[in-house]
């Protein structure tokens, strides 16, 4: 076994996480000060959202100097301290690689903008006008057309995020191993690894408007495994927002040398209007994520390794989003938790997930930092939509929710700073912070610390078979899990109901192994389960 698969990643996201000089911006000594509570909890890895020098028109998913530290969050050698410091804990530091493309303000980028015979000029991808506009009518995650034009040399370039972060070329070889050689820079250090940011995106073939799963994608990965991280020992995740279950062993499959894992984000999309975007809402069926989750812990075989997550900095708090961000705010995040953490595959925490953070809606877009939220708010303004339509879109999945700065206590900011926060924090400090989680030995934090625990001293989580039970209940999620001769099950009231329920073959008593009450034995055969009442029992 590898060690990232008994493993359970800590995604931190530097600016929100602990300002250690007072200028308002999380910073890596302030992630030092904080490796106490990672280690607390019992996180094996940290996933650092980038740290590199950018402009910071997308947070630092736009960079301009992969090898330099930007000023806000420290310098190389603070990285460095936070790496050897980390380790001392056990911790390993898993950097975001973000090599789809870089900022427009990156040396290369610059250099290719002085003219078509410059040599980096073929680092990124550039295309002639047709018919006097844009090549084609690819569309920017981020709104907006994918081609910018730039008057001086009269093409386009591709950009599918902001245009301020052209994409790379991969079919440049050079390119590639300059980026081979930067990665080797931080495999040198002894990094734990990378989360390599739309990973699936750099084999794309714009001229075909292919964007994901280019024909060229795996021979790209397997040069670059071959190049850096394949003789050492870290682990490496792919943000994979095309995958399926069809095509995850083509990145996992150890034979194939190419990633440790994928995240993929199916069951994050079930609460939007299929076919269109992100942004138009539906109410998410529990039937179908029953299915979706299903098929992904069935479906991938056994030489694929998958990720498990509910959070990012992407992705609005699920608390607010699908369980009950009030009165069961609590049970419902225990109850997210335990579903999520008992199934097979890698679990992510995203910073303040372990205290049950939620939501921070906003009342005008000035409240708003994210790109992506910004130009969706312009687009749809345009498109005729009403300021209030577009603000329920807003707080529903904006990504300006999951970054705002942690609660560690209930002074002032939180104790996230002692200056003025870059975002403000969610008004609900008082009631949700780390040191009131860590003073109660029944808080969300330590239903996290317990499942990490478990994690580690039972294989059968990492390794056992996975059956769904009664998929079709509207309200009750469940599952079996079995190794060698051991079974667990899992039964989870995902709503705000009481549920009577039973499971007539299985025994009557039995002790539950954590539950999201503080409940210790269960009758399966006449459950009464209370709003995100949610167990793990040994069965025979
Ligand atoms: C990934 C990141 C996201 C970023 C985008 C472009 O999806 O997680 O934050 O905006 O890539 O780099
Ligand atoms: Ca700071």
């Given at each position: ?36 509570h990672?280690?607390?909890l ?287 705010r609590v049970?419902?995040a ?15 925490i995203?910073q303040g997930e372990e205290i049950g953070m939620v ?47 942690i609660h560690w ?5 939180g ?16 009631e949700i912070n780390v040191e009131k989680a860590l003073?109660d030995?029944?808080s969300i934090f330590y239903?996290y ?92």
């Open positions: 076994m590898k060690w990232w698969q008994n493993a359970v990643v800590y995604q931190v996201y530097p600016r929100s996480f602990q300002d250690s000089n007072g200028d308002g911006i999380g910073d890596i000594q302030g992630i030092i000060e904080r490796l106490d990672i280690e607390k019992g996180a094996d890895a940290i996933w650092l959202s980038p740290v590199y020098r950018s402009p910071n028109d997308d947070n630092g998913y736009d960079i301009s100097d992969y090898q330099a530290i930007h000023p806000d969050f420290g310098t190389m050698e603070d990285m460095d301290q936070l790496i050897a410091e980390a380790r001392t804990r056990g911790i390993r530091i898993v950097m975001d690689l973000v090599v789809n493309h870089t900022s427009d303000e990156h040396k290369w980028f610059q250099e290719a903008l002085k003219g078509k015979d410059d040599p980096y000029r073929d680092y990124y991808v550039w295309r002639d006008p047709v018919n006097g506009s844009a090549p084609n009518d690819l569309r920017s995650t981020f709104s907006g057309p994918a081609w910018e034009y730039d008057e001086q040399s009269s093409q386009y370039y591709l950009h599918i995020f902001s245009k301020k972060q052209p994409d790379l070329n991969w079919e440049n070889p050079k390119m590639r191993q300059e980026v081979y050689d930067m990665m080797n820079f931080w495999l040198d250090k002894g990094i734990g690894g990378f989360r390599m940011d739309v990973i699936d995106h750099i084999g794309k073939v714009p001229d075909e408007k292919i964007v994901v799963n280019g024909p060229k994608l795996h021979d790209y990965i397997q040069e670059m495994n071959a190049a850096t991280f394949g003789n050492y020992d870290v682990m490496t995740v792919g943000e994979t927002w095309g995958a399926t279950p069809e095509n995850a062993p083509l990145y996992s499959d150890p034979d194939r040398k190419e990633l440790s894992m994928i995240f993929q984000f199916e069951h994050i999309g079930l609460d939007e209007q299929p076919g269109k975007s992100k942004w138009d809402l539906r109410e998410m069926d529990l039937v179908e994520l029953k299915q979706v989750f299903n098929k992904w812990q069935t479906e991938i075989g056994e030489n694929s390794w998958n990720s498990l997550f509910w959070n990012n900095h992407d992705t609005p708090r699920i608390l607010s989003r699908w369980g009950n961000d009030q009165e069961y049970q419902s225990k109850a997210f938790a335990i579903l999520l953490h008992l199934m097979k595959g890698t679990p992510y995203y939501n921070t809606p906003i009342t005008a877009i000035s409240q708003a930092d994210d790109i992506e939220t910004i130009n969706f708010y312009n687009e749809r303004l345009e498109e005729g939509y009403s300021k209030e339509e577009i603000l329920r879109s807003i707080n529903a999945k904006g990504r300006d929710n999951a970054r705002r700065p206590t209930n002074e002032k900011h104790g996230f700073t002692t200056g003025e926060p870059w975002l403000a924090l969610n008004p609900r400090v008082e003073a030995k029944e239903t610390k317990r499942l990490i625990q478990l994690r580690k001293d039972n294989p059968i989580i990492v390794k056992g078979s996975f059956t769904l039970r009664f998929p079709d209940h509207p309200a009750i999620f469940a599952y079996k899990r079995e190794w060698e001769d051991e079974k667990w099950l899992v039964i989870a009231n995902m709503s705000e109901e009481t549920i009577p329920f039973a499971l007539t073959k299985e025994p009557k008593e039995i002790k539950a192994i954590i539950s999201s009450y503080e409940k210790e034995t269960y009758d399966l055969n006449q459950l009464v389960l209370r709003p995100y009442e949610t167990f793990a029992a040994k069965i025979k």
